[in-house]
């Protein structure tokens, strides 16, 4: 039997799917299991309130929670539950995401959305390892081997830059 998801990724329509797998490949880098749920905090609001209310006494511990526009999923889900909500605003066609990063944004005092840039999915996948991280080591030792590895990379480039100089 697999083990039960600790991170819920929900996401106002299967169009913001693209975006949002990422945060599921974070997730997948440090072996989190994870569950993916399409749920409208307009179009369905019973659903999206079912799931909040839900969430931690299915075992979940971060929702991590992606939608454009008129973005309310992720506000939403954070007045039904205390876990920690990470909002992903997804670009839109018309005002390139501005909007949905608004609307998740500004939340009122005691109701807060931890948000993430637009479309920036990856680090709320990797936001949630780190508050799942708190609990346990080996995931913090993942994180800094992952740190050092971005570090590594930049290195290499720049020894790169300095053994070719610059190519136009
Ligand atoms: C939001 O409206 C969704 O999160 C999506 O980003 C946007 C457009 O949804 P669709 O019209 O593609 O279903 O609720």
């Known amino acids: 039997m697999s083990a039960p998801p600790e991170v819920g990724i929900v996401m106002g329509s299967d169009s913001d799917l693209p975006v949002m797998a990422e945060a599921g490949a974070a997730l997948e880098r440090f072996g989190i299991v994870y569950e993916a749920v399409i749920a409208s905090a307009h179009r369905h609001t019973e659903k999206v309130m079912r799931y909040a209310r839900g969430a931690s006494g299915a075992g979940l511990k971060v929702i991590i929670a992606g939608a454009g ?10 007045a039904l539950t205390v876990l920690p909500v990470i909002g992903v605003p997804v670009a839109t066609e018309h005002l390139g995401g501005i909007d949905s990063l608004l609307s998740i944004v500004q939340m009122p005092r005691g109701v807060p959305v931890g948000t993430v840039a637009v479309n ?4 709320a996948g990797l936001l949630a390892v780190q508050i799942l991280a708190l609990e346990e080591r080996v995931l913090q030792d993942k994180l800094l081997r992952f740190r050092q590895e971005m570090a590594a990379q930049v290195e290499e480039k720049d020894n790169r830059l300095r053994r070719e100089g610059f190519k136009f």
């Open 69 to 78: 526009g008129a973005a309310h999923l992720a506000g939403v889900i954070a």
């Open 120 to 123: 920036g999915a990856y680090n």
